[in-house]
Structure formats: C-alpha cells, structure tokens
C-alpha cells in the first residue's frame, strides 16, 4: 500500500518551474507551447509533494491540450484514479488561471507511456503497478488536432464502420464548405453542468475520442446553445480532415431542398448528395420535420444509408426524441437509439461565465457587479443573454458612456429583460414558510416529515414556474439537494394541482401574495 497524497494548498502562481518535472530523452527537442504550459502546471503541483507526485505520474504521459481539453494517457485505471482524485483538482486551477479556459481532462487508459510526465529515479519505489484491472473506455474527449493525439483517440467505435477520415472517392468530390458562424467553437462555448454531458458527447462526435454515440441527438429548449455546439461539431472535423464531406442543415432546409428535387426531377441528384457524398449529417431543428409526411420518408432512408456505413450523425431539437409530436415511430426510435443529451438552463455561475467570455470576445469592459447583475437577470436563455450584453456594449458606444450597474440597469427595466421589483427564490421560501407556518431552515433541513416536505416541494414547483431557475440552482438553494429530486418534486406538485383542490388552494394564495 502506498501513503496517500497529501492535500494541497492553492498553488503560487507567481513564478513557474519546469526543471523538477522530467521529461525522458526520447521527447522532441521542440516543445509544443501547450505542453509547456502543462509542463509548468505540473511543476507547480509537484513542487507541493514531490515524494507523492513522481511515483504516480511516471505512469501519466501528456498527450494534448487545445480549446480547454487535457488529454492525459495512464498505464492503468489504478493509475487514473488516484491521479484524478488527488492531483488533478490543483493541476487544472492552474491551467484554468493560465489560460482562462473551462477546463475538460480526457483520460485514455492503457498503451505505452513512452514520455512519462515525471521520472521516479529512486531505486526502492519503482512505478506504481497495482494488481491486473480492466481497462475502461476513456471518461473524457480529447481536443481535435490531429497532430497532437494519439490515432487511437480519433478511431470510431465501431469497428467495421467506414471511418469519415478516409479520403473520398475520386468520383465523388468533396462537398463545398457549409456555411459556418466562425465564433461557434468549441473555444467559445462555455461548459457548466447543464450542458456538461452535451458538449463532451459533441466533441466525440467530432472525432475527438472516447465512444461515439451515433446518432448524437441533442435537445434542449431554444438559446441554450445547440446550435453553437453543432457549428462547432463542424469546425472541429474540417480543422482535423478536410478531406470529410460535411452537411450542414436545418430540417426546414432539408425538406425545402427534398421538395426542390421533385419539382425540377433531380431526386436522384438529391439522394446521391445526402446518402452518397455526405460523410457527417448536421441536421438543426429536426422538430420541423414534423407531420411533413414524404419529407420523413426520404429522411428515414437518408439516415439508415449513413448509418449502415458508419456515416457520423447529429441531429438537435427543442423536445425529447419521445415528445416529438407527428413523427413516424420508426425514426423516433432512430433517434433514440443513439445518445440523447439534454441541455437545461445555466445556472447561474455558468451564466457569469458566459458574459465574461462574451465581454472578452466582444472586447467590453465589464466591473464585476454588471457581470453578475446580467447573470441574474436574464436566467434561461444564453442568445438573450449574449444579445443583452451586445445592446448594452452598442449603446455605451455610440453614446460614449461606460457600461457601470447604474446603466446597466436602467436599460434592462426599461426593455423590461428584468422586473423592477423581481421575486427571487429567497422571496418564494419566506412566502411559503409564512403560508405554512415554518421556519426558514426547514425547507433547506433534511427533514423529510410529509408537511415540511409538501412545503418544499410547493416551493421548488413556484420557484421553477416563476423563475425559470435552473435545476442544479434550485438544489443548491434547497439545502444542496440533487437536481434529480428538484425535478421528480417539480413533476409530483404539476400532476397533483390538475386532481388536488386542496394543493390548487395553497397555490392560488401564494400566486397572489407573490403577485400573478
């Protein structure tokens, strides 16, 4: 058995030390920019415990890091795991303060370390090698140029697949690039637990590793960054082969360009566009194909040719594959046979961040009280919230004004993106702890007694319905309970107000002292 690391205390960022991590002779003699960076990073955690650090990071080799992704190889998951739960917390902060990234660590496990992160040269500790375990599938997606990962990490999962890389044939030139927005990157999106799952499983799509789920299904409701993440999708697979035949298209440009086909006859032009010279499909707003009857038909057909070949496939939409309304049975199975990854509302610490990285692409000048202000006031939607900071950033230019809390404010009431006298969740639990006749602690307490749960639950379903808080947000402010019971609490009171008179009484008084 080995000691455990101790914890560590928040680097000094002030000066950084690279000689004490070794690196072994066979590395390159020019040093790629990000592995100095990382190299800097981990000089920093090691010089913390260094006894501790070399031991387990001789078996850790640096494989990548682009657009807020560290790609790390370890020799086994004994190895990953101790790495992951004693080091990396410090190792990322420093990254993140280096960079300003939202950090994402990818893992693969397994393979020869050739270039371990730091050499353990101590006779009696030879590298740590716990007792035989299986390998797991990578917990993470690596960034996407090529030159800087491993091939195994851009392989797709199946194995018979005919993998997008493969050059086209000569008969079948590429497709003209599709119509990209440059700033949807996966640089600029900002990662949080609301979207989380979504833009790791986009990144694999991409081809950036780990198992790719096809199709990749992602849907959330309009402004919370879909979109961007599709686009992004794109940029990342043209940066990697631009070799790779890309479609790129709403579902309303689809069946426009399916019913194009008929009119002029060239339907065998348009099959042999989306079924033979495409090698990634991007299909936005897939909702719209809705109750369009022969355009789901050649849709169906469309999707089972690419993916018997292996052909990469991402669709999006506003609902859930099951809630799609007049869609053929058949293809909302398609499209749950994949991964379905939801997007919910930011919360607001994800919020903050994204109108700091849209200051800082936009180049605004924000104090950090207009941040949060911003943050809070416009809570659901990400396009409303970047157009926001876009109106204020407009306005203090051509007036010559600076955006401060007082300007800031004044143009929010007064295009009313935020009540004058707004009700938060603080609002909500006095109201219903008065109604009720309980303390304030109660609702956030563990007590699980039927009134002061119905209480809570009343208060979760008021604050989700009126504020349109995030689920995450609202189980911090409930005593730091899982989004997961937030949401059966939400569901249980919305079922029960359609039979339950007496729960109808409650609502309509606190609605009322809340203000309809």
């Known amino acids: 058995m080995f000691e455990a690391a101790s914890p560590f205390a928040p680097p000094s960022f002030g000066t950084s030390v690279t000689g004490d991590v070794s690196v072994p002779a066979r590395a390159p003699a ?26 387990w990071f001789s078996g850790v080799q640096f494989e990548g890091l682009i657009d807020g992704v560290l790609a790390l190889r370890a020799r086994d998951e004994f190895v990953r795991e101790w790495v992951d739960a004693h080091f990396l917390p410090m190792l990322v902060a420093r990254l993140r303060e280096e960079t300003g990234w939202s950090m994402q660590v990818a893992w693969i496990v397994g393979g020869a370390i050739e270039r371990p992160v730091a050499t353990d040269d101590r006779e009696a500790s030879a590298p740590i090698r716990p007792r035989p375990l299986a390998s797991t599938p ?23 697949a005919q993998r997008p890389s493969q050059a086209p044939p000569a008969s079948l030139p590429p497709l003209a690039p599709p119509n990209l927005n440059a700033k949807y990157t996966f640089g600029t999106y900002v990662v949080g637990p609301s979207n989380q ?28 960054g879909k979109t961007h993440l599709m686009h992004a999708i794109a940029h990342r697979i043209r940066e990697e082969r ?67 070949r292996g052909k990469t496939i991402v669709l999006s939409s506003d609902k859930y594959p099951a809630h799609l309304e007049r869609m053929e049975e058949r293809l909302v199975s398609r499209f749950s046979a994949g991964l379905v990854a939801d997007i919910q509302g930011p919360e607001l610490e994800t919020r903050v961040a994204i109108v700091r990285k849209k200051a800082e692409i936009e180049e605004v000048d924000l104090a950090p009280e207009v941040v949060l202000f911003l943050a809070q006031s416009v809570r659901q939607n990400v396009r409303e919230l970047e157009g926001t900071l876009i109106r204020l950033a407009a306005k203090s230019s051509l007036l010559g004004i600076s955006v401060d809390l007082e300007f800031a404010k004044r143009e929010l009431f007064a295009t009313g993106s935020v009540a004058r006298t707004e009700t938060s969740i603080e609002d909500i639990q006095r ?50 309970r899982d989004h997961t019971t937030v949401l059966a609490a939400v569901r249980k009171v919305d079922g029960l107000r359609a039979t339950s008179s007496e729960l109808r009484a409650h609502l309509d008084v606190l609605e009322t002292r809340l203000g309809a």
């Open 431 to 480: 109201a219903v702890c008065h109604h009720f006749k309980l303390k304030a602690s109660d609702l956030t307490s563990k007590d699980r007694h039927k009134s002061i749960a119905f209480a809570r639950h009343v208060a979760m379903y008021l604050c989700k319905t009126r504020l349109k808080c995030s689920l995450p947000e609202l189980g911090r402010a409930f005593g730091g």
């Open 197 to 224: 799952l979504a833009h790791a499983a986009s990144i694999a799509a991409s081809g950036g590793g780990g198992p790719r789920h096809n199709p990749l299904f992602l849907c959330g409701s309009t402004g919370l």
């Open 242 to 308: 631009p070799d790779v035949r890309i479609i790129y298209v709403s579902a309303e440009s689809f069946m426009n360009d399916f019913v194009e086909s008929l009119k002029e006859g060239k339907t065998s032009e348009f099959r042999a566009r989306y079924r033979d010279r495409c090698d990634v499909l991007l299909v936005d707003d897939v909702q719209f194909l809705a109750g369009k009857t022969q355009t789901q038909e050649e849709f169906f057909h469309v999707f089972n040719a690419l993916h018997e």
């Open 138 to 160: 990578p917990t993470g997606f690596p960034p996407a140029r090529v030159s800087s990962f491993p091939q195994e990490m851009r392989t797709d999962a199946a194995p018979h």
């Open 30 to 55: 020019a040093v790629r920019p990000e592995e100095l960076l990382f190299r800097e990073a981990a000089a920093a955690v090691r010089a913390k415990s260094p006894a501790s650090f070399d031991p």
